[in-house]
């Protein structure tokens, strides 16, 4: 159930600005409303899977209580953060809200920072292997 609590807040965010904000439903279909929103649901299930392979090791703080290294783990160091941006920036195509383009610089900002205190504690308790893997992944 707390991996889909996320995605019940997002769909909902969602939702409110596609019914909301005057104009948004009313414009068409395009291709890159289209792309948009196919790159918004592939980004989210990528978090899903993301999330369920993390398994017992998620914390919202950083805490270093295990290290995974398979799935999409095996090359990206932060595929959750990843993948969140890749869906946020599609909504922001699929709902024509440019505006909203000011919103992942922040998110990135956020995300930056929390991957960094995330991988001093795992380098902290895992040393050596964390290393190890930190240099065959991508970012």
């Known amino acids: 159930m707390r991996i889909l609590i996320p995605g019940l807040i997002l769909s909902f965010v969602a939702a409110l600005l596609y019914f909301l904000v005057p104009g948004v ?4 279909w395009t291709a890159s409303r289209i792309a948009g929103l196919v790159i918004a649901a592939i980004g989210y299930a990528l978090v899903v899977i993301a999330r369920i392979q993390l398994g017992s090791s998620f914390s ?6 295990g290290l995974v290294t398979g799935g999409l783990y095996s090359r990206i160091r932060n595929p959750i953060y990843i993948f969140l941006d890749a869906t946020v920036l599609g909504l922001i195509l699929a709902l024509r809200l440019y505006w909203l383009f000011l919103l992942p610089p922040v998110l990135v900002f956020f995300q930056a920072r929390q991957a960094r205190k995330e991988a001093t504690l795992l380098q902290e308790k895992f040393g050596q292997t964390y290393r190890d893997y930190a240099k065959q992944t991508w970012f």
């Open 25 to 28: 439903k009313e414009q068409p």
């Open 60 to 65: 919202f703080r950083p805490e270093a209580k």
